[in-house]
């Protein structure tokens, strides 16, 4: 097992947006979590890039508690988060922004990474001396792939992906992630298109008010009927 | 009125103090870019580095380059034990608690110099070659000249390394979101301290240019130009390293101009034009010369 | 060590010259005990601290309740001071201190002012300057804003340096009469703390609050930004104004430089380490303050280890800030 949550409660405050959730994620595999507006998907991925820490419980990654690791600590063992909204530094160029995703390689490293990175992603060589804040909404969804992807993870986090982008360009995102993991590299999705999530996924999570209230394999819970009306319409 | 010789004299003295403040506003612009705070302790080191060099040199006689080079590395520590002791835990607090503890920083340094070395001011000798004169068109010291070589060297290995570097550009990256660089994994702290390191250890040298310069240095020197190199930073638009070097060599200009141009009573404003000036500035052209558009 | 008036706390009466008419009179017995009992050496202490009470108090209005973290308020103190000497100042003495006389308009030149009307004079001439000065400088925000007040604290006195004629320039002025005593300082200090506390209670005092927390928020509920900011600002200035003429005229000599940075250091760190959110804070910041200067200025003296008050001073601060920022009579920090 990859990464295994244990009965985490996550806090705003002292109001709880998590509870008493547990989820195991296997190598290789895109895991989905899904659920409405505020239901605590992303909460739960933000626990596991280290910016948020779970009051209760814990979190094994490679059996290894990293529950209270922060989040630039995560990320040398493995672990990348491509934020919600992409989060680029939009004042720096495409290329620095890949730098500070390989933050922890030397330059001969991230030099070599480069290279790879600009061939799973040729758009963004183009793009390489560009201002990041210039670039369109897919570029820039790349491009903060890319900055993840750079530092070599085995774990990819995906917070919303498909969030502000037109649908052309979403069958493109998700064409990509596709790609990524072809590459080996383990996926927790958050998403609120729930239709994108199933096409993709190999397990689902459905979250409900900060609760797990259903999970399983997308081919099943297709069949749900609870599931079609509440998610599928 | 005034020879033309005369002028290019003034506007060289200028150059020399423009190229002092303009490596302390260097130093100011990247702590500010990144934390928003005008670190008042910034001048202190002005102090740390003039008094430091001044015992390396006079009292245990060591060589010049040496002496230079313990008086960057000592500015380098406090700069970092500063940050370490003062502000880390103070950061994302409310805004005004980081300014007030630099305030806080500052006074105790002075004091502590003040304390343990003297109330009074010390005479600050060159090493002879320093003190050479050079008569020409206009007449300067080989000092002058070392102050604007050593600004320009400064300046451009600086530019490279804000430009170039990892932590240069984690630098930039963290001014702009400190989040985001945690979350693609970048050791905030270890950069602020950095940027910490490298602007005390650059006032620090001034602090020897200072002394060299004007031949005396005290326990409160450095609370002045500290203050004028935030000035430096406003005037040249803040979140701008360039605007705050051209802000520091306007301000140089500015001061040596109301003392060689205007007549004799006026040199006692020399530092209030610099806030009168600044004021106008905030009022006419908040961003600043070159400045970018603030979020506060 | 000195009791101010603690009872009158507000909220506790519904009255509002009743608690200060108390407060007022217990403040006074105490201080009639006080000078009965205590040598003139503790009598000047704390005469000192009354006039600091009122400086820091003053300043909290804008650093403290308003979130205007402001440096100039010496300058405005160093105004009240000079105004109020040059009218105060002897008739028989100005001509060999190379000082004005003055002009008809203001009594002529066999005229001097008696020191009430001086010292108020003084305290409106500083708050009409912080209306000028405040309407440009108080669009600027935090940072800005400091830099901007200490520039004109600098410029403050630096004209106070320049201007010779009026002030005799960095020698200063000497032989100011002795009007300020025990009495008429905290009378001054019972004013001070009334006002801020009426000020508070009111309408403008809750924007000054609102406008605190957020700038942004206060506007959106129609508080107009800039005119309570002059108001805390203004009001501040007038209490520093008077601050200033009452130490003139305590220490009767006085030059332009005391007025400058390690005056503003003293006293802006005199409610941060009182506590700048109590209406009492800054008092007890001063109180503590002065009293630690005078207990250890002899030690200082003594071992010829100058700048050891300023040290600790400054320890104190740096410790506050990091272990309890809401000064000694604040709360627990919120976290924000």
């Avoid at chain 2, 980081?98 to 304390?115: C, M, P, Q, R, V």
């Avoid at chain 2, 620090?204 to 190199?229: C, D, E, R």
């Avoid at chain 3, 000192?48 to 205007?68: D, E, F, Q, W």
């Avoid at chain 3, 005078?294 to 800030?321: D, F, R, T, W």
Wanted: charged share 15%.
């Amino acid at each position: 097992m990859l990464l295994k949550i244990e009965k985490i409660e996550i806090c705003y405050g002292i109001i709880p947006a998590v509870r008493n959730l547990s989820l195991e994620v296997e190598e290789g595999q895109i895991v989905a979590l899904v659920g409405a507006n505020g239901a605590g998907k992303s909460t739960t991925l933000k626990a596991l890039a280290g910016v948020l820490h779970p009051r209760v419980g814990k979190i094994f990654y490679k059996d290894k508690d990293i529950t209270q690791l922060s989040a630039y600590r995560r990320v040398p063992l493995g672990i990348a988060l491509v934020p919600e909204g992409r989060q680029l530094f939009s004042t720096l160029s495409v290329k620095e922004n890949l730098r500070l995703g390989a933050y922890h390689s030397n330059d001969k490293e991230f030099k070599e990474r480069l290279k790879e990175i600009y061939s799973i992603f040729p758009i963004i060589k183009e793009r390489e001396n560009q201002i990041a804040g210039t670039l369109s909404g897919g570029e820039q969804q790349m491009l903060s792939f890319g900055r993840a992807i750079i530092s070599k993870p085995k774990l990819l986090l995906l917070d919303e992906p498909s969030l502000g982008l037109a649908p052309l360009i979403i069958k493109e995102v998700y064409k990509t992630i596709n790609t990524i993991k072809m590459t080996g590299i383990t996926i927790v999705l958050v998403e609120q298109n729930v239709k994108m999530a199933m096409h993709i996924a190999n397990y689902m999570y459905v979250l409900e008010a900060g609760e797990l209230t259903i999970q399983g394999e997308p081919l099943k819970l297709m069949k749900d009927e609870n599931i079609k009306k509440a998610y599928l319409g | 009125m005034y020879g033309a010789s005369y002028i290019y004299q003034q506007i060289f003295n200028g150059i020399v103090l423009g190229s002092i403040y303009a490596l302390l506003a260097l130093g100011m612009a990247l702590v500010y870019g990144i934390l928003g705070l005008i670190n008042f302790a910034h001048g202190a080191l002005i102090t740390i580095g003039a008094f430091c060099f001044y015992f390396l040199l006079f009292k245990f006689n060591l060589p010049f380059v040496l002496a230079i080079i313990l008086t960057i590395s000592l500015g380098g520590f406090v700069g970092f034990l500063s940050e370490a002791i003062g502000y880390r835990k103070l950061r994302g607090g409310p805004g005004l608690s980081l300014l007030i503890t630099s305030l806080g920083i500052y006074i105790f340094i002075e004091n502590a110099i003040k304390l343990l070395i003297s109330p009074q001011p010390y005479a600050f000798f060159n090493p002879p070659f320093l003190n050479r004169i050079i008569n020409s068109f206009i007449t300067f010291r080989v000092i002058d000249i070392f102050i604007i070589i050593t600004t320009i060297v400064i300046m451009i290995c600086f530019g490279l390394f804000v430009k170039r570097s990892k932590i240069g550009i984690a630098m930039r990256g963290i001014a702009e979101s400190v989040e985001t660089a945690g979350l693609v994994g970048i050791n905030v702290n270890q950069v602020i301290t950095w940027s910490f390191v490298v602007a005390s250890a650059i006032a620090a040298l001034t602090g020897f240019m200072w002394g060299a310069k004007y031949g005396q240095i005290s326990y409160n020197m450095g609370f002045m130009p500290g203050v004028i190199a935030f000035v430096a930073v406003v005037i040249g638009g803040i979140g701008s390293i360039p605007g705050a070097v051209l802000g520091g060599f306007l301000i140089g200009l500015i001061q040596i101009f109301t003392v060689g141009f205007l007549p004799l009573g006026w040199s006692v404003y020399r530092d209030a034009i610099v806030f009168t000036l600044l004021i106008i500035v905030l009022l006419i052209k908040p961003m600043g010369i070159l400045g970018r558009r603030e979020s506060m | 060590m000195i009791k101010v008036n603690y009872s009158n706390k507000p909220n506790t009466f519904s009255g509002i010259w009743i608690p200060f008419g108390v407060g007022l009179g217990f403040l006074f017995v105490v201080l009639g005990i006080f000078n009965l009992v205590l040598d003139n050496y503790i009598l000047h202490i704390i005469t000192v601290i009354g006039i600091y009470i009122i400086a820091a108090t003053s300043l909290n209005l804008t650093n403290g309740y308003t979130g205007l973290f402001s440096l100039g308020h010496t300058g405005f103190m160093l105004i009240g001071a000079y105004t109020s000497v040059l009218l105060t100042y002897k008739v028989s003495l100005r001509a060999a201190y190379n000082l004005p006389s003055l002009p008809t308009l203001l009594g002529g030149a066999n005229y001097q002012w008696p020191f009430l009307p001086a010292l108020l004079t003084g305290g409106v001439i500083a708050a009409i300057v912080a209306m000028i000065v405040g309407y440009p400088v108080l669009r600027l925000r935090g940072h800005y804003l400091a830099v901007a007040s200490l520039g004109f604290m600098i410029i403050v006195t630096t004209m106070a340096k320049g201007m010779k004629s009026f002030t005799r320039g960095a020698s200063g002025i000497q032989v100011i009469p002795h009007y300020s005593n025990l009495w008429n300082v905290y009378i001054w200090v019972a004013i001070t703390i009334f006002v801020l506390w009426r000020i508070l209670q009111s309408a403008p005092g809750r924007a000054m609050l609102a406008i605190r927390e957020s700038e942004v928020s206060a506007q959106s509920q129609g508080i107009n930004l800039m005119k309570y900011k002059l108001y805390a600002f203004v009001s501040g200035a007038f209490f520093a104004g008077i601050a200033g003429g009452l130490y003139a005229h305590f220490t009767r000599s006085i030059r332009p430089y005391e007025f400058s940075f390690s005056m503003t250091f003293f006293i802006v760190i005199m409610p941060i380490i009182g506590g700048s959110r109590n209406l009492f804070g800054p008092a007890l910041g001063a109180s503590l303050l002065i009293a630690m200067r005078y207990l250890l200025k002899p030690a200082e003296e003594a071992l010829g280890v100058y700048g050891l008050v300023e040290l600790i001073y400054a320890a104190l601060l740096v410790s506050v800030m990091l272990w309890r920022p809401g000064g000694i009579l604040g709360k627990e920090s919120r976290a924000k």
